[in-house]
């Protein structure tokens, strides 16, 4: 039993440590095109390592058109109730496109080492596009009771596998699957 909860906090850790083992290059084109890669380019001399912050995503800076000023009431300041929803919402949004990519990244690897096979990627790639769909901006906004809660829980980076409840779900299968096997011995 300890060697399966051993083997559990492995598997953890190694999936959390893998983004830091990653290296992103940059480098500009002759045409003065700022480019970013996982391998700098055989035919470019300049590329240069890139620091990456883990769990940072930087904020675009938007320029928006200076709005007419108004002096009624409605065009008021939003009350802060709604602009921290509006606020959430973007960050979960912002987090749950990165843990995408980096779950689509997983999937690729495991499927390229055999560790799954192309049927199994297939259904994980289709249900992340599924995920991808059900996860909105709108969605995010209008949500209540236990929606509101895993947009919540997305918004501070926890990831889509714990807000939905599928890593405790596994986890509970496998601590299970463990009790089970300790009991025929």
Known sequence: ?????MLLLFLLCSVLCAPALSQVYTWVDENGQKHFGSQPPASQRGAESVSIIQGYVAERQA???AAPAQNTAASAAPSPGTLSKQEMCKSALRWTASDLENLKELAEARKEAGRITAAEYAEGQKNLAGV??????QGCLT????DRQRYECLSKGAGVLV?????AAAMEEATDEARMRAQKR
């Not at 807000?163 to 890593?167: F, K, N, T």
């Open 1 to 5: 039993m300890l060697g399966r909860q």
């Open 63 to 65: 320029s928006a058109p």
């Open 132 to 137: 991808e769909e059900r996860i909105t901006r």
């Open 143 to 146: 949500s209540s009771g236990e």
């Open 163 to 167: 807000c939905s409840g599928l890593a």
